[in-house]
């Protein structure tokens, strides 16, 4: 069964610093990892996706690599802006269009 | 443009009411569609995905139920809640394959009393 680990479970900033956000999984054979951002009350919102075959993906201030292999993926935010402060969650998908096994998110305070 | 729609926003309901909760997705054909909750300091729990219409898979016993009568429509429903039944519910859709990434509604906030 897989498990998705993320810690730490809170992380609190200045602003203007980098943030690493760490995900494990126990199981490798993933067909893909994804990062979301989710706002309190809110739904969440699709960040970047790494196919099993990448090894890194980027958009903007965001950059998450993947390392199958050891089961970690890090979401890297630069220079952090009150703006990024949410709850980020990462998932992996077993196989094409299956379920996404989440863990249980780092909750992220960036502090002017 | 692909896009996901869940109503309503929030609902306060009884201990042993019906509950019907919709989400539809529009822009694309044939979508992988899934049904999460979120309750209170816990991470996210499927609770049931579909890949097609009238196919739905369960993953944790419980008094919901889901339906899928159109492509693009996927339906909580309960004949009864439960105080237990209190969280945030979650719709998503994926494609099947390829590219699957996924994208959430905006959920729905249950209370139950």
């Known amino acids: 069964k897989q498990e998705v680990t993320q810690i730490p479970a809170a992380l609190s900033v200045p602003e203007g610093e980098n943030l690493v956000l760490n995900c494990s999984f126990t199981?490798?054979?993933?067909?893909?990892l994804q990062w979301f951002r989710q706002d309190p009350g809110k739904g969440l919102t699709s960040l970047l996706l790494?196919?099993?075959?990448?090894r890194e993906q980027t958009s903007g201030r965001l950059n998450a690599s993947l390392d199958k292999s050891s089961g970690r993926s890090t979401l890297y935010i630069a220079a952090s802006q009150p703006g990024d402060s949410a709850t980020y969650l990462c998932?992996?998908?077993?196989?094409?269009?299956?379920?996404?096994?989440f863990g249980g998110g780092t909750r992220v305070l960036v502090k002017p | 443009s692909q896009t996901i729609h869940q109503w309503p926003a929030t609902l306060v309901q009884p201990v042993g009411s019906p509950l019907s909760l919709e989400c539809t997705v529009e822009?694309?054909?044939?979508?992988?569609l899934y049904w999460y909750r979120q309750a209170a300091g816990r991470g996210l729990q499927l609770l049931f995905y579909?890949?097609?219409?009238?196919?739905i898979s369960s993953e944790v016993p419980q008094n919901l139920s889901a339906s899928r009568p159109q492509d693009r429509q996927f339906i909580l429903s309960s004949k009864k809640l439960l105080l237990s039944d209190s969280g945030f519910y979650l719709c998503?859709?994926?494609?099947?394959?390829?590219?699957?990434?996924?994208?959430f509604g905006q959920g729905t906030r249950l209370t139950v009393v």
């Open positions: 199981d490798s054979a993933i067909y893909n």
């Open positions: 998503a859709w994926s494609v099947l394959e390829g590219w699957t990434e996924a994208f």
């Open positions: 998932a992996v998908m077993k196989a094409a269009g299956n379920k996404l096994t």
């Open positions: 822009g694309t054909s044939n979508p992988n």
């Open positions: 790494i196919q099993s075959s990448q």
């Open positions: 579909s890949v097609g219409i009238g196919q």
